[in-house]
């Protein structure tokens, strides 16, 4: 038995690395220290896709690696419009190969901020993101606020290790001086432990930014007596407890990036940060969900310009996104090939782009099976990244932490899997004499 | 197979070595200059321009900020828009070009090395990623050592050697360069919204900027490293701050650097230079900067000068940019670094028609040609935030022609001949003044040149820029148009650029230094260190530094502890 620390989880965007497992016999038997239950719960593995598998009369007939990696790059290097779409629960260094990969084939690249924080992308577009990393919060915050976010069951960890029960320098006794106010459409369970909780009415967070952000400016008699569901008297004690706190946060999440006015409301939400940041020291940041979306974003900005919805089939980048967004290209039956990787469109996805994925070739790499799994074409296995393999990954504030390898694996990276698809079309167009 | 390449008879400037203009071949042999070579691949650059590979000593090109400003706009990517070729990947971006266009546009205008200036320490990691996506140019980044609460502690206390040995481990575990300071102080207090003049306290830590600044250069000087702290100092761009800018260099003034070099590098001198009270009689103090630099042999700096246009702002100087975005009103992005630094990003746009955008155009520019002595100062536009490197040959051409400084003048506010100096300024530099202040100051005032950057003697590296361009030129647009594309650059005996066209983008290397450090007293930081990673930070100490895996291509430089 032996006992690895600081160990690095692939779950969620908290990316906690404090956690303390226990591997015997090539296997992780046992999560002492750090990790949530959900976190845990990966860690001590679950089943997976066995083998590489090709899809022959409408079922999956196991192959070999050398096999699958033949298809998926036949199938790539023959596609006129094909789209790469994923990236967010693998490394950086496996998003590079698919830049490189998008690049030679002249895909579109696109992740899973594209259905997720991709509002919240063009909304710092418009206006920029006053923030800071989470140590800041852990240290400083005073005032916390999660808007549209329940951390206490998507990032189970969040408020623990970051936010409203750490301690910190100058927050040494934790909860005790800090205030919480949830803001959201249901009683969730981080609502329950919050000082204030505003519940609005669904699709009205617009509306609510808007008034605080006028109260915030000192327009306090334009705001009504009741906006979205809350008090005029509830927000002004809001905006009184925003003007007073020495260090404030939003943290926001799906409940603000999908509903009513989309990116708009997150336009509403940094300025409102932003007016608040006329009293005192305010910041404001997405909830990320996969732990290396924003690393994707990162990858995909610093070397195509871009960080999601990216068109390569010029040569250049070319990025309007929207237009050739994932869904949008599978709504307009646009593509001809797709290739999913770390993700589940099949789960996430509208059911009009399905139907169309249902029609085309697609390839899928993940360790696990999902409902992609289901009409995916070439699937190939990876090793679970931060478990089988390591790397580096972006947490929800930006910061890059390296994923360790624990165990040895059968399984080929994602990174090697594309190097090796990506080393066949090559060949294939060399061969075709491109 | 032995690689030789003999560039022959061109009119090379090389000033490290004293070589001003002279016709003469340059031979190399496996990436290395050597004395002569007898089977080598010839290219003639008869009577052209050829000086060693470029060094900017001073450029934000990867990392954080870097991207963050990418991120929020996607305007300048279209900008730079350039399809893939069979060696180049895609390229975009103006102000803030992506990794590759960056590697392609510097290697374009001769240059085979660039500092990336501000590395935050917690994200180190990334600016390596991006490093590493930067094709052909060598490399190295700045950790920010300033704002760190344990060089506040260790300055308060007074423990210079513990402040050494933390200095040491930073710089290690950043796989960094040397030690950057970004408004000292002020970056801190900026976490509470607040920002430091140079002797005020620092919210909560009772320091103040200038103690820091002192301790960091007295601390940095215990080792024998290739550079001296490296500058931002405190109240960039306040109307008025050249007295704190002098103020900061005598800071350093009693103290004995390593070797023959300033105990300072101050940065972006432009953004430092100013007078009046406001911005309606704001006005150029580059005078009173160019005299103490004149006077002194302590400081070395580099101009940060405008390129007129649009262009994204970024620094860790977190309290300036808001300044910056509460007068423009545009799009503001901050990123605050627990325990160490903080960031702040928004566009900005210089232009001619404005009294103060225009006199800071002329700063710039003032300082290269009031500083009597090239060898203290290097060329920088601070890039992004003066505006883009690619506008380097822009200043060239000005700084070698009074009559096109004149011509853009009359273009301008009327302010250039009210509040600066420029107009009044005759001085033209020659060839191989700007060869010192592109490639040999640089060069030296890094400790680079004894790795074999900045210069062509025997054994340094085989770069070497070939500019399409007469010695005898003196007409201001083709000498910008021969600096931005090369005629060949050639990068470790390789030809990268023919004919302003990347032909090769081979990795470049990154140099890291590695301070050593008394166990004992390494011992007694690290139980202050730990503490820091045990309750305040929000990553394990153990996976703090940056792994080997960051740096595929590394190059020591090891910095014993002076005896």
């Known amino acids: ?434 | 197979m032995v690689e030789e390449l003999l560039i022959r008879n061109g009119v090379v400037y090389d000033p490290i070595n004293g070589v001003n203009g002279e016709k003469k071949d340059i031979c190399i042999r496996d990436g290395k200059v050597v004395e002569e070579v007898r089977n080598p691949k010839v290219i003639d650059a008869e009577g052209r321009v050829v000086m060693p590979g470029g060094v900017d000593i001073h450029a934000h090109i990867a990392g954080g900020k870097v991207n963050a400003g990418r991120l929020f706009r996607p305007e300048d990517g279209r900008k730079g828009r350039e399809a893939k070729t069979k060696v180049c990947r895609a390229q975009s971006g103006y102000s803030v070009p992506n990794t590759f266009a960056t590697g392609y546009r510097y290697a374009k205008m001769g240059y085979t090395f660039v500092m990336e200036a501000a590395m935050p320490p917690l994200a180190a990691r990334h600016t390596h990623e991006e490093i590493v996506d930067i094709p052909i140019l060598d490399n190295a980044a700045l950790p920010l050592i300033d704002n760190n609460w344990m060089t506040m502690e260790y300055v308060k206390s007074g423990d210079t050697d513990l402040l050494a040995a933390y200095i040491a481990w930073m710089v290690k575990a950043t796989k960094g360069y040397g030690v950057k300071v970004v408004n000292p102080g002020g970056t801190e207090a900026w976490a509470w919204a607040k920002n430091c003049d140079l002797n005020d306290a620092v919210p909560y830590f009772d320091v103040t900027p200038a103690e820091i600044v002192k301790g960091l250069a007295e601390a940095t000087e215990k080792f024998e490293m290739p550079h001296s702290i490296h500058v931002h100092g405190n109240m960039l761009g306040h109307p008025g701050n050249y007295e704190v800018t002098t103020s900061t260099y005598d800071l350093v003034k009693g103290i004995k650097p390593y070797r023959d070099r300033p105990t300072m590098h101050a940065t972006h001198t432009q953004f430092h230079s100013y007078g009046g009270t406001t911005w309606a009689d704001f006005e150029s103090k580059a005078g009173a900067i160019a005299d103490y630099v004149n006077k002194n042999e302590h400081v070395s700096i580099d101009l940060g000068s405008v390129i007129l246009g649009d262009t994204t702002t970024m620094t860790a100087d977190g309290p300036m940019e808001y300044s910056l975005y509460q007068i423009t009103g545009r799009k503001w992005t901050n990123h605050d670094v627990e325990l160490e630094t903080g960031s702040g990003i928004t566009p900005f746009l210089y232009s001619g028609k404005v009294s103060v955008h225009t006199i800071q155009w002329a700063i710039g520019q003032e300082l290269a040609l009031l500083i009597k002595d090239p060898w203290k100062l290097a060329l920088t536009t601070d890039h992004p935030n003066a505006g883009p490197f690619i506008g380097y040959p822009i200043i060239i051409s000005m700084l070698m022609s009074k009559r096109r400084r004149d011509e853009s003048a009359e273009d301008m506010h009327s302010a250039i001949y009210k509040r600066a100096e420029l107009p009044s300024i005759d001085r033209e530099y020659d060839l191989n003044e700007i060869a010192i202040i592109t490639r040999g100051m640089a060069a030296k005032t890094l400790g680079l040149h004894e790795h074999g950057k900045g210069h062509l003697g025997v054994g340094a590296d085989g770069d070497v820029a070939i500019y399409d361009l007469s010695p005898e030129e003196r007409e201001a647009g083709k000498i910008q148009k021969a600096f931005l594309n090369t005629k060949y650059t050639i990068k470790g005996g390789e030809v990268v650029v023919k004919d302003g066209e990347v032909v090769a983008a081979p990795a470049g290397k990154t140099y890291f230094v590695t301070p050593e450090c008394d166990p004992k007293l390494t011992d007694e930081m690290m139980t202050h260190l730990k503490d820091k990673f045990e309750h305040y930070y929000s990553v394990t100490f153990n996976n703090y530094p940056v792994q080997d895996a960051y740096v595929p291509n590394p190059y020591e430089i090891k910095a014993p502890w002076r005896s």
């Open chain 1, 1 to 434: 038995m032996v006992e690895i620390t600081d160990v690095v989880c692939s779950l969620c965007g908290c990316v906690c690395d404090d956690i303390v497992v226990e591997v015997e016999d090539n296997n992780v038997t046992k999560v002492k220290k750090g990790a949530c239950s959900v976190g845990k719960s990966k860690l001590m593995g679950h089943g997976r896709i066995e083998s590489p598998a090709i899809r022959e009369n409408g079922s999956l007939k196991d192959c070999s690696y050398d096999d699958a990696i033949k298809k998926a790059a036949e199938i790539l290097a023959a596609a006129r419009r094909p789209l790469l779409y994923g990236w967010s629960s693998t490394v950086c260094e496996a998003d590079k190969v698919g830049v490189e990969l998008a690049e030679e084939i002249g895909a579109v690249i696109d992740n899973t901020a594209s259905v997720c924080h991709g509002p919240s992308v063009l909304a710092i577009q418009d206006v920029g993101l006053p923030s800071c990393t989470l140590g800041e919060v852990k240290n400083r915050a005073d005032l916390i606020i999660y808007w549209g976010a329940n951390p206490a069951a998507a990032h189970a960890n969040h408020m623990k290790r970051y936010s409203y029960i750490t301690k910190g320098y100058w927050t040494a006794e934790g909860k005790k001086n800090k205030k919480l106010i949830v803001v959201d459409v249901r009683r969730t369970a981080t609502a329950k432990m919050a000082d204030v909780f505003l519940q609005i009415e669904q699709g009205k967070d617009y509306l609510v930014f808007s008034a605080l952000r006028a109260m915030l400016y000192g327009y306090e008699d334009v705001v009504p007596e009741v906006v979205g569901g809350v008090s005029k008297k509830d927000l002004l004690e809001t905006v009184r407890m925003m003007k007073e706190a020495k260090f404030g946060i939003i943290f926001f999440g799906m409940g603000v990036t999908h509903t009513g006015a989309r990116h708009n409301n997150i336009v509403n939400a940094i300025q409102t940060t932003r007016a608040a940041h006329t009293h005192t020291k305010f910041n404001i940041m997405p909830m990320r969900g996969h732990y290396n979306v924003a690393g994707i974003n990162q990858v995909c900005t610093w070397e195509t310009g871009y960080p999601f919805a990216v068109d390569l089939s010029r040569g250049y980048a070319w990025y309007n996104p929207g237009e050739h967004s994932a869904t949008d290209l599978l709504i307009r039956r646009e593509c001809d090939v797709a290739l999913f990787i770390a993700s589940d469109p099949g789960a996430h996805f509208p059911g009009e782009s399905i139907r169309h994925l249902a029609k085309i070739p697609v390839i899928q790499i993940d360790p696990f099976p999902n409902p992609t799994t289901e009409f995916a074409d070439v699937v190939i296995p990876a090793a679970i990244s931060g478990i089988e393999a390591e790397g580096n990954v972006y947490r929800m504030d930006n910061i890059p932490i390296r994923l360790r390898k624990l165990v040895d694996t059968e399984y080929m990276a994602d990174e090697e899997i594309l190097e090796r698809i990506l080393g066949e079309v090559r060949a294939i167009k060399e061969k075709e004499g491109e």
